[in-house]
């Protein structure tokens, strides 16, 4: 398998040090979760991968290609709010971030109803964000992530807002997109149960500064009660140790 | 505000505010009473007010001078505008502008009018350009405030992702700066058109011979009280008018996406 993400030794520092020599590879198609106690810096580290900030130590380097900001990095973002523009409608978002990579107008809009449909948005297309459900928003902003192609899908806890009933179908949404697509996710979550029941590769954070603590296959060879064990009790382990 | 629902629901009396005329047809009743005993040059009865308006309206006097305001009007608050709308889209580009705007502001926010009123006439003698130039400096501050708070509260959130979908700079302006700033432009226009009226004719008052300031003030000279009051109602008329069908109907074309469920390309804004 080859490796399409690489994070070496990243560590970065604002006031105080967030990120402490974080090292992982993502091999290409994984469907990777990142764990931590609850302000460990897995959003930080998901900016700096999406290339929206600088890391102070290490490097990132998608496909072999170093990231840095304002460079061509190919990425879709699902972030934990929509962010949809509420002035234009689901189909126009999606279009939107096509321009950049140099399609027509009736292409744009063509794809962008296609990647719609995907997520199961088919007869909304015209519909204003605000006019849709908070599950039926995340859906187009997953659609606007797969629609520029990206060759990596990066998602900061994209169902924290939804209710559990929406959160468990959203799940498996995401599982069958992975299924279909075969694209590389890197799913940033603070739900053990979510993470053992949609992510092929567990990554635990340690409390901040953040380290890799360990790294656990969910292949289904584990018996996932187990899983969801081990990593109860190591965030209870990370959030004792934090000062 | 959401739950508006242009067009539907809305019934003749509501439209008309039907309690407000009963206020005012008691006003009116007061207003004759005090006439009668204080005499027409004091206060003039509502009758004749009426009657006076009748007049403006076959004399062509209301269009020629309604016309004389508005045109001032229009060229200092259009330029007026035109200078915020660059103040805004500066201080989009380049962040240190933002604290010189509010200074200026304000600084231009308390000096009173009558300094421009007189600064102009100094400037510009009894010409066009007075009230031109005093509705031109009392409206700058607040479109500039106004599109200035619109560009810094523009959603941070959006712009990142503008960020991390690689939108260039002038898409991310058009996607997300404009449509972001527009309520508050609106607003802001809103005031300033308000404030443009009532500036603009004080400074008629002093030099020109056409305009609402001017006919108001002509007409306390010659004793004509019933006049001011026609004038004051026109004044009023045309402030309703602006606001109602020219700035609400704008304000409710902008905010479509709050009101209406799709967007619709081809169909006329609801």
């Known amino acids: ?243 | 505000m959401t739950n508006v629902s242009p067009g539907r629901g809305r019934r003749w009396s509501d439209l008309l505010h039907l309690p407000t005329l009963l206020v005012l047809l008691a006003v009116g009743l007061v207003w004759e009473a005090l006439s009668r005993r204080y005499g027409a040059y004091i206060l003039p009865s509502p009758v004749s007010v009426l009657a006076g308006i009748g007049g403006i309206l076959r004399s062509g006097d209301l269009w020629r001078h309604t016309g004389a305001s508005l045109y001032r009007i229009l060229i200092g608050f259009g330029s007026a505008l035109t200078l915020a709308l660059f103040m805004g889209f500066l201080t989009s580009l380049w962040r240190p502008a933002r604290t010189v705007v509010h200074d200026v502001v304000t600084i231009l926010n308390s000096t009173s009018v009558f300094v421009w009123i007189v600064v102009s006439l100094i400037w510009f003698g009894l010409t066009d350009l007075a009230p031109m130039f005093t509705t031109f400096m009392i409206t700058l501050p607040v479109l500039a405030a106004n599109i200035v708070e619109g560009v810094e509260n523009v959603d941070r959130r959006l712009l990142e992702m503008g960020q991390v979908y690689r939108l260039s700079g002038p898409e991310r302006f058009r996607a997300i700066i404009i449509p972001s700033t527009l309520p508050y432009l609106v607003a802001g226009m809103k005031v300033g058109f308000g404030l443009a009226l009532k500036v603009s004719v004080v400074a008629e008052i002093f030099g020109v011979t056409s305009g609402i300031g001017y006919i108001m003030n002509y007409s306390r000279e010659i004793l004509a009280t019933q006049m001011v009051f026609v004038w004051a109602l026109v004044m009023i008329g045309i402030m309703l008018v602006t606001d109602k069908l020219i700035f609400e109907g704008i304000s409710r074309r902008v905010m479509r996406w709050q009101y209406s469920l799709k967007s619709s390309r081809w169909a006329r804004p609801t």
Request: hydrophobic share 45%; charged share 25%; aromatic share 6%.
């Open chain 1, 1 to 243: 398998m080859a490796v399409q993400l690489e994070v070496f030794k990243v560590g970065k520092t604002y006031l105080i040090p967030v990120l402490d020599g974080v090292s992982f590879e993502v091999g290409e198609g994984e469907f990777v979760c990142l764990l931590g106690p609850n302000g460990c810096g897995k959003t930080t580290l998901l900016r700096i991968i999406s290339g929206l900030e600088v890391p102070t130590v290490g490097h990132v380097r998608l496909d072999g290609q170093e990231v840095r900001p304002g460079a061509q990095n190919h990425v879709g973002m699902v972030f934990q709010e929509d962010r949809l523009l509420p002035w234009m409608s689901l189909e126009d978002n999606v279009a939107l971030v096509l321009n950049p990579l140099g399609l027509e107008g009736v292409e744009r809009q063509a794809a962008a109803r296609r990647y719609l449909r995907f997520v199961g948005l088919q007869g909304f297309e015209e519909y204003y964000p605000l006019k849709v459900s908070g599950g039926m928003r995340q859906r187009a902003a997953i659609a606007r992530a797969l629609a520029v192609e990206p060759g990596l899908l990066l998602m900061d806890e994209p169902f924290a807002s939804l209710d559990a009933q929406n959160r468990r179908i959203m799940q498996e949404e995401v599982k069958r997109i992975w299924a279909e697509t075969g694209k590389t996710i890197l799913f940033v979550t603070h739900s053990i149960e979510e993470a053992v029941a949609i992510g092929t590769s567990l990554i635990m954070f340690t409390a901040r500064p953040a380290r890799v603590r360990e790294r656990i296959a969910n292949n289904g060879k584990h018996d996932s009660r187990e899983v969801i064990e081990r990593l109860n009790s190591m965030i209870m382990e990370e959030v004792l140790r934090q000062p």
